[in-house]
C-alpha cells in the first residue's frame, strides 16, 4: 500500500542536540511538506518541496533546515538554534503543489527536549 | 501568509448531537478541504470540494463550498464517541500563483458519552 511514513513516532533530546526527523513516501507525489503543530495554533508551515534538490522556507523556518535528494525522502533536521524545538511534526506529501486531491500526512512525530 | 478563520474553536457536545463548523476567508478559493486529526496521528481527509454552492456527504459528515467561494460548512450529525478530534479545514486559493494549501486553525470536538 502507498503512503507517507514517519519516524520515529517519539523523539528525546538534550537541548542543544541537532536532531533529524525522518520522512519517507512511495506515492510518488512530487511536492513534500513540513508542519509544526503545537497545542491551539493549528499547522504552521516549516519548509516545502515541488521538486527533487529544490526546497522553500515557510512561515517559520528559522532554527530548521531540510534536504530533497530523492523524490520518496524529505528529512527535517530541527536544529540547536531552534529556540522552542519541543512540538508534535507533521510531514506531508501531494501529487504537485497545487494539487486537487489535497495533501496526505504521515502519523507525525513527537519532538522533546529536555 | 493568508489564513483561514475557523470556528468554533472548541466544542463540547453530547453524544448524538449534531455538530457545525465553518470557515471563511476574505479571498476566494477553488477547492475547499475538510481533514480530521485524531488525537497523536496526523490528519486524514475527510470531503473535498471543488464547486461553488456543492454539498458532499461522506456518511455521517456533509460539508458545502459556498456560493462566494469564501467559506465552507462542515456538519457531522448525530455526534458519537469516535468522533472526537480536531477538523481543518484548507483551501487551495484561486488565481495564476495558487501556492500551497491554506489551512485553518482547526475545530477541535469532544463528545460526552
Known amino acids: 500500500d502507498g503512503g507517507i511514513t514517519q519516524s520515529p513516532k517519539y523523539l528525546f533530546r538534550k537541548e542543544g542536540q541537532n536532531v533529524t526527523l525522518s520522512c519517507e513516501q512511495n506515492l510518488n507525489h512530487d511536492a513534500m511538506y513540513w508542519y509544526r503543530q503545537d497545542p491551539g495554533q493549528g499547522l504552521r508551515l516549516i519548509y516545502y518541496?515541488?521538486?527533487?534538490?529544490?526546497?522553500q522556507k515557510g512561515d517559520i523556518a528559522e532554527g530548521y533546515s531540510v534536504s530533497r535528494e530523492k523524490k520518496e525522502s524529505f528529512p527535517l533536521t530541527v536544529t540547536s538554534a531552534q529556540k522552542n524545538p519541543t512540538a508534535f511534526y507533521l510531514c506531508?506529501?501531494?501529487?504537485?503543489?497545487?494539487?486537487?486531491?489535497?495533501?496526505?500526512f504521515g502519523s507525525g512525530t513527537r519532538l522533546t527536549v529536555v | 501568509g493568508q489564513q483561514l478563520n475557523q470556528s468554533p474553536q472548541s466544542m463540547f457536545i453530547q453524544e448524538g448531537e449534531d455538530v457545525s463548523m465553518n470557515c471563511t476567508s476574505s479571498?476566494?478559493?477553488?477547492?475547499w478541504l475538510w481533514y480530521k486529526q485524531d488525537p497523536g496521528e496526523g490528519p486524514v481527509l475527510l470531503i473535498a470540494?471543488?464547486?461553488?454552492?456543492e454539498l458532499t456527504s461522506n456518511g455521517r459528515l456533509t460539508a458545502q463550498f459556498g456560493i462566494t467561494r469564501k467559506d465552507s460548512f462542515l456538519n457531522i450529525s448525530a455526534s458519537i464517541p469516535s468522533d472526537v478530534g480536531i477538523y481543518f479545514c484548507a483551501g487551495q486559493l484561486s488565481g495564476g500563483s495558487q501556492g500551497n494549501l491554506i489551512f485553518g486553525k482547526g475545530t477541535k470536538l469532544s463528545v460526552k458519552p
Open positions: 470540494l471543488y464547486k461553488a454552492g
Open positions: 518541496s515541488q521538486i527533487v534538490n529544490d526546497f
Open positions: 479571498s476566494i478559493f477553488n477547492t
Open positions: 506531508a506529501s501531494s501529487y504537485r503543489q497545487t494539487s486537487p486531491y489535497g495533501y496526505t
